[in-house]
């Protein structure tokens, strides 16, 4: 097993995903304690945890995806552009990309 390989995705966490990760280590994975530091709803911690697990994934993906895409599906997963836009842009990208072959 490659360490290097099973952490490079915490290199890409900006560093407010970070902060929440160790908010919620510390608060023994507990979502209330979280809301509670935070002061926002359980429903609103519960969907920041929902997308930060997207992103690790996306992050720690074996697939291969350029760093376009990767930061478009991660705009995508933070909520900062919507699903008609990710689809939009990706397709541009790959006309782009062939257009280059």
């Excluded at 291969?64 to 909520?79: H, N, W």
């Amino acid at each position: 097993m490659n360490n290097e390989r099973e952490i490079q995705w915490l290199g890409e966490l900006e560093r407010e995903d970070i902060a929440f990760i160790k908010r919620f280590v510390l608060a023994s994975g507990s979502l209330k304690q979280v809301a509670g530091e935070y002061d926002i709803s359980y429903p609103t911690v519960r969907l920041r945890l929902d997308r930060l697990i997207q992103k690790i994934r996306l992050l720690d993906s074996q697939e291969k995806v350029s760093p376009f895409e990767r930061l478009c599906r991660g705009l995508f997963i933070d909520g900062k552009i919507d699903e008609t836009t990710l689809r939009q842009l990706l397709v541009a990208h790959e006309t782009s990309e062939e257009k280059k072959q």
